[in-house]
């Protein structure tokens, strides 16, 4: 079984300023991919940044980058130059790379909220 | 490129009624996932569908069912529904083998 976790119910930051959204998971796969989703008020899930358990460097896409740290089991999302448009929920999600087959979806956290000040 | 479609965008119906939600992959993906979110959660996945077949399933009971046509549109069926069935429905697309899924805008069902 998989478990994403997320300690930060909600967040402020200011304009412009660089946001880190915590990350941690728990599973025994060997290999999985991490996942990092957007979620504004109009609820579609909008895909940011990925990761693969053997990628050596960590993903970046943009403003987005992920430090992931495997050891420690954490994935977390880093935002830079954070903009009034940023404000939404972001999940933490993962899933197993499963080459015998089947499929078992993603695995969400719940969710940290968002909300970049003027 | 069309991106992944759902119907309808809100529905309302009442305990013990039976629901069809509807899915629309995006073009050229092979492959559909269904997930709940209730509010205030992350989605939890329900199941998924390839090649008009369930290829996985998570922790929901069998009155939630689906299917998969040829043009690899997708149907999510809810039977005997219940309060705590209301949530947000969201489809997925993507190519099976590859992790990255893409989602739909969602349906928001509400059970009274």
Redesign the interface.
């Known amino acids: 079984a998989q478990k ?1 976790t997320q300690t930060q119910p909600g967040m402020f930051v200011q304009e412009k300023e660089a946001v880190t959204l915590d990350c941690t998971y728990d599973t025994s796969d060997q290999s999985y ?1 991490l ?1 990092w ?1 957007k979620q504004p008020s ?6 940011l940044i ?1 990761q ?1 358990s053997y990628d050596e460097q960590n993903a970046t896409e943009g403003r987005y980058s992920l430090n992931f740290q495997k050891a420690r089991k954490s994935a977390n999302l880093v935002i830079s130059a954070s903009q009034l448009g940023d404000s939404a929920m972001y ?1 933490c ?1 993962m ?1 197993p ?1 499963n080459s015998g ?11 940290t909220h968002l909300i970049i000040q003027p | 490129e069309t991106g992944v479609t759902q119907s309808p965008t809100h529905l309302i119906k009442t305990r013990g009624q039976q629901v069809t939600l509807r899915c629309s992959s995006q073009s050229g993906h092979n492959t559909v996932s269904w997930y709940q979110q209730a509010l205030g959660q992350g989605p939890q996945f329900i199941f998924q569908y390839y090649r008009e077949e369930e290829n996985g399933r998570g922790n929901f009971p069998p009155r939630f069912s689906g299917l998969q046509f040829p043009n690899y549109s997708s149907e999510l069926n809810v039977n005997a529904l219940e309060l705590d069935d209301s949530a947000l429905y969201l489809c997925a697309s993507s190519l099976l083998g590859l992790g990255e899924q893409f989602f739909g805008p969602g349906t928001r069902l509400t059970v009274l």
């Open positions: 994403i991919g996942f989703y109009s609820g579609e899930m909008i895909f990925y693969g999940f999600a899933t790379v087959g089947g499929a078992d979806g993603l695995t969400f956290g719940k969710g």
